[in-house]
């Protein structure tokens, strides 16, 4: 079974700043590419960061430039650090986990709120 804790969320001022976690077991974080994905409501949840076992990144074009996804290898957590954030950058933030065997297989966490406003 695969557990993802997201932490990290809230409300920041347009141009703040957040920083998104993601927690998961060590044989999971070693062997897995994670990602963070976003969903407005009544959209389809949309790519924005992923980064591989071998730390090899992938971004949306909306975030490139602002957003920089990591991983600590000792604390088993991904990252999602998140600057210049825009008020069309409010979203459920999901945290997500594919396996080496099969890249279209995601295991999720329980997602959470970034809202950006005055």
């Known amino acids: 079974q695969v557990q993802l804790v997201e932490s990290g969320g809230g409300l920041v001022q347009p141009g703040g700043s957040l920083r998104l976690s993601c927690a998961t077991s060590?044989?999971?974080?070693?062997?897995?590419?994670m990602g963070w994905y976003r969903q407005a409501p009544g959209k389809q949840r949309e790519l924005v960061a992923t980064?591989?076992?071998?730390?090899?990144?992938n971004y949306a074009d909306s975030v490139k430039g602002r957003f920089t996804i990591s991983r600590d290898t000792a604390e088993n957590t991904a990252y999602l650090q998140m600057n210049s954030l825009k008020p069309e950058d409010t979203d459920v933030y999901y945290c997500?986990?594919?396996?080496?065997?099969?890249?279209?297989?995601?295991?999720w966490g329980q997602g959470t709120q970034v809202t950006v406003s005055t």
């Open positions: 980064i591989t076992s071998d730390d090899s990144t």
């Open positions: 060590r044989n999971i974080f070693s062997r897995y590419t």
């Open positions: 997500s986990a594919s396996p080496p065997y099969n890249t279209f297989l995601r295991y």
